[in-house]
């Protein structure tokens, strides 16, 4: 018997409203967010506190209906994200940065950047929360080689996680279970 546990992590309340035309009202995410954790989904990713006063406040209600140990914030890689998180009374944060190249270009960044960054932010992030997930955005469409010097500066880091980010939908299982087990 498989035994074992898994851990579901809900993207609704973030992922869900920049889809064209969609925006919850607050009482909407609160119920959401109660649904979700009716349904055994332990962490919901609830917004992006960088998007100002009203993401702060459907945050603070969010964590005050579920509690704050079930809710991340999401941040960019930035300082900027950092002290918004706190300001809206997160204790919890996903910190995602771009691996892929075409999304470093897109930030006008490069691979150095991103590590570099990644130690300093992470410093930081851990001073503030008391969680700390960090994600590999657009993962799927990276250097698996960068990726894993990615990875092997997360480990090294005080993060909790590291998530790879699927961004576009173009991963297939399979590759990535090649990839990530070192299959030859």
């Known amino acids: 018997m498989n ?44 917004g992006i506190p960088a998007m ?17 140990e079930r809710v991340l914030a999401w941040c960019r890689a930035g300082t900027a994200d950092l002290a918004a998180a ?21 930030w006008g960044k490069d691979r150095f950047w991103v590590l570099r960054e990644l130690r300093q932010l992470t410093i930081e992030a851990a001073a503030r929360f008391r969680y700390l997930s960090i994600g590999a955005q657009d993962a799927t469409r990276a250097d698996f080689g960068f990726l894993k010097d990615f990875a092997v500066a997360v480990a090294r ?18 590759r990535l279970r090649h990839e990530i087990a070192g299959d030859s």
Do not use: M
């Open 52 to 68: 100002g006063a009203e993401a702060c406040d459907d945050l603070r209600a969010v964590s005050d209906a579920v509690g704050t």
């Open 157 to 174: 880091t005080p993060a909790q996680r590291l998530r790879l980010a699927d961004t576009v939908g173009v991963g297939h299982p399979a």
């Open 86 to 106: 706190q300001r809206c009374g997160a204790t919890r944060v996903h910190l995602s940065f771009p691996v892929s190249d075409l999304h470093l270009q897109t």
């Open 3 to 46: 035994t074992r546990r898994f851990h579901l992590i809900d993207t609704t309340l973030r992922d869900g409203e920049q889809a064209a035309g969609v925006v919850f009202a607050r009482e909407y995410k609160v119920a959401i967010a109660r649904e979700l954790v009716a349904a055994c989904v332990n962490e919901l990713e609830a």
